[in-house]
């Protein structure tokens, strides 16, 4: 005769594992529960990656006291939003400071957001700690100026906001030396770190990501050459507020970088000498989004250093657009790219980019890709770029092409002519005409995704000729469950996906018809 079990009576171990199904609020609330379950959380790497803690500085520094005091939660994830209350409520001033001794021994991700740093004029943590220790100094007898706190001259009054943003910056910084992850957020420290300053020391710092934020923290983290992955978005500097050289120096001091996102690097442009010979990393991916750089041989030197890389992500525009006088070089960058024996993923975006003739691109055979992913404009109806890398690329698994939504039919018709793809078992359209269907053949494909553009063309018997040519389609997803997709499914092509589509194993159809519902 078996007997129920209770949740509670199971060991560690396989409450690990229950746990791992859960999302990241029902992990918080089950180590909530009882003591068990919040010993099995904190004990657990796995799951307390999914438990971010909140906290608003300063105004939750007496909360977080009482909570971490009362609790042997861990956690591994902490975001620092800049609050803009005013902090003359703290008893204790060397408060914060032991909380984050206390954190940085545990916090493994740190984020910081300073988005309300720019905040009226108020008194800072630093303010306030200086008061203290001048006016303990002084009831001792001790001569204010010359009062020393570990080796470290007291701390004068901040001369303006943008001092005290810096020094509460690196004070909350300087205590999280453990991290593997730092994100940045909107962090304008408006002044670099001076000579006498030491560099902030994150040793085991692997990722660092970067949004919104001024050059002045590069300067700050020039020490941290070991990084594996940089994401940088949106930079805060311009000609009026140069920063891309305290980025670059930043940038080939790296030693073990693999992975780097660089987005909206316009003005001014990346490289304005050439570094490219002290790069010592070599990079798997890179994305480049709106980055221009400032030379043409550059550039091309940049991208046959990274003869290791294996994913790319970037977008091709004309000579307009990025003010050259000429496009033959940028066709150059392009054949360095696609001849990389190592790449595997390619991601372009094609913005206005009129090329007129392919030939340059035909001699080239590249059977390591293996993934192409290729978004054009709506006004770009021509496919010669994207058939010329479906021949380039005879190994490719997994195709995607996508279009900008347009009003006439014949817009982003990918595939004009016959194509075979002969391993392609990933296929993804969208945006693009039905009759592209019609010129495509892939033996191998396993997964198909069509979305139609805005047309509303849909012509039942191309679709069945297209299914009955892939007899082995295991997952197929038709239409968007976006409110902006022009699409209806009829009753007849239902019955051609029964009719041909013996080995489905999951469909999705958007968008039925009123009378198909």
Not at 401 to 423: Q, Y
Not at 466 to 495: D, T
Request: proline share 3%; aromatic share 10%; hydrophobic share 40%.
């Amino acid at each position: 005769i078996s007997s129920m079990v209770e949740i509670t009576d199971l060991p560690p171990e396989v409450l690990e594992i229950i746990f791992k199904l859960l999302d990241s609020p029902s992990i918080r609330f089950v180590s909530e529960t009882c003591t068990k379950f919040s010993d099995v959380v904190a004990n657990s790497e796995n799951l307390t990656k999914k438990l971010t803690l909140h906290m608003s500085f300063p105004q939750d520094l007496q909360a977080f006291a009482e909570a971490i005091h009362r609790t042997n939660r861990r956690y591994r994830n902490l975001c620092i939003v800049r609050s803009r209350d005013i902090i003359n409520d703290i008893q204790d001033p060397e408060l914060s400071s032991r909380i984050f001794t206390t954190l940085g021994g545990m916090i493994k991700e740190l984020k910081i957001d300073w988005s309300n740093a720019l905040r009226p004029r108020e008194p800072s943590l630093f303010d306030i700690m200086a008061r203290r220790r001048s006016a303990a100094a002084r009831r001792r007898g001790v001569n204010v100026d010359a009062v020393q706190d570990e080796g470290i001259a007291a701390p004068q009054q901040p001369a303006n906001l943008r001092e005290d943003i810096y020094n509460e910056f690196v004070f909350i910084l300087r205590h999280f030396v453990n991290i593997s992850s730092l994100f940045l957020f909107n962090v304008h420290l408006e002044r670099g770190r001076l000579p006498n300053e030491p560099h902030l020391m994150h040793q085991q710092l692997k990722e660092l990501t970067v949004k919104l934020c001024d050059a002045h923290c590069f300067d700050l983290l020039s020490s941290c050459n070991r990084l594996e992955k940089i994401d940088v978005a949106d930079p805060w500097w311009s000609k009026r507020m140069p920063g891309i050289d305290t980025f670059e120096t930043f940038l080939v001091n790296q030693t073990e970088l693999k992975h780097l996102h660089l987005k909206n690097f316009q003005y001014p442009r990346l490289f304005q000498a050439d570094r490219t010979v002290n790069m010592d990393f070599r990079l798997k991916s890179l994305v480049l989004k709106n980055v221009y750089f400032a030379d043409k041989e550059i550039a091309n030197n940049f991208f046959r250093t990274q003869s290791e890389l294996e994913s790319i992500d970037f977008q091709l525009h004309n000579e307009k657009v990025r003010c050259l006088d000429e496009m033959q070089w940028y066709n150059n960058i392009l054949r360095t790219i696609l001849t990389n024996s190592n790449l595997k993923s390619i991601n372009i975006a094609k913005l206005r980019y009129k090329i007129e003739n392919c030939q340059f691109l035909s001699n080239i055979l590249n059977h390591s890709v293996k993934k192409l992913i290729f978004k054009v404009t709506a006004e770009d109806k021509s496919s010669d770029l994207f058939k010329m890398f479906i021949k380039m690329f005879p190994s490719l698994e997994v195709v995607s092409f996508s279009a900008d939504e347009s009003e006439e039919p014949d817009s982003g018709i990918c595939f004009e002519d016959g194509s075979v793809l002969e391993k392609v078992n990933s296929l993804s359209i969208k945006n693009s005409s039905v009759r592209s269907l019609v010129n495509v053949y892939a033996g191998n494909l396993q997964t198909f995704k069509y979305v139609p553009g805005k047309t509303g063309e849909f012509i039942d018997d191309l679709f069945g000729g297209f299914f009955h040519r892939h007899r082995n389609i295991k997952q197929l997803v038709i239409g968007s469950g976006s409110e902006r997709s022009y699409f209806f499914v009829s009753y007849n092509l239902c019955q051609l996906i029964v009719s041909f589509l013996a080995h489905l194993e999951s469909i999705t159809i958007y968008n039925f018809g009123e009378d198909n519902k």
